[in-house]
């Protein structure tokens, strides 16, 4: 979750990555409003896009009804001013549409000291490339800043209880493609609670909990 401190030249790509995002409840809208290229050639993943809608529609509505958890609440509530999230994602990633709609009730229960932003990844992959993921650019990424642009932290692309599923599923070759699968599953069955703690814990860090 913590992360290396960036060089200048860096840090002004992060900066020029801030100004041209968007809100993610624009990205989400967006999402739901998205109309997938029907050749798979030119755009092999946008076929998972229509499913992300409905992923996105259930869970804000799931996270309207029943709110956030107090760990997440509370941290929120103890967020300085300022506090800013870019995260880096596409419209046709599975993680991203069950993981960002959190993002978004975070904003909402942080009363004006979080903004979060989303920029596409594989259009701006000079700042996705400052974030990658054992080498590799997984999405969804969250990188957590202050209100000076600083890297606070980084989190991401999934909690860490669904990147072992999926370590042990690919590890068996006889089932290593039913991986996106199995972890829907688990994200249908943990209910955004683990992407939640893991948040919690990455706005106390930034905290210095």
């Not at 993002?103 to 942080?110: D, T």
């Not at 606070?152 to 991986?179: C, F, N, Q, S």
């Not at 943990?190 to 814990?201: M, P």
Request: glycine share 6%.
């Amino acid at each position: 979750m913590n992360h290396t401190p960036l060089s200048d030249a860096d840090s002004a790509l992060v900066i020029q990555g801030w100004a041209r995002a968007v809100t993610v409840t624009q990205h989400l809208d967006g999402l739901l409003d998205a109309e997938p290229n029907p050749n798979e050639d030119e755009a092999p993943y946008d076929k998972y896009i229509p499913i992300n809608a409905q992923r996105v529609k259930r869970i804000r509505k799931a996270l309207a009804k029943d709110g956030l958890r107090d760990d997440l609440k509370a941290a929120a509530a103890r967020l300085k001013a300022g506090s800013r999230m870019l995260v880096l994602n596409e419209f046709w990633c599975g993680d991203g549409a069950q993981i960002l709609p959190v993002h978004e009730a975070l904003e909402a229960e942080a009363e004006g000291k979080l903004e979060v932003r989303v920029l596409l990844r594989d259009q701006n992959v000079e700042v996705m490339d400052l974030f990658l993921t054992n080498g590799g650019r997984s999405i969804p990424k969250t990188v957590l800043l202050d209100s000076d642009m600083r890297v606070l932290g980084t989190w991401g692309p999934r909690p860490e209880e669904a990147m072992a599923l999926v370590r042990r599923i690919k590890a068996d070759p006889a089932i290593a493609h039913t991986y996106s699968q199995e972890v829907h599953k688990w994200y249908t069955a943990d209910k955004q609670q683990n992407i939640q703690a893991e948040l919690a814990v990455l706005l106390g860090h930034a905290q210095g909990a």
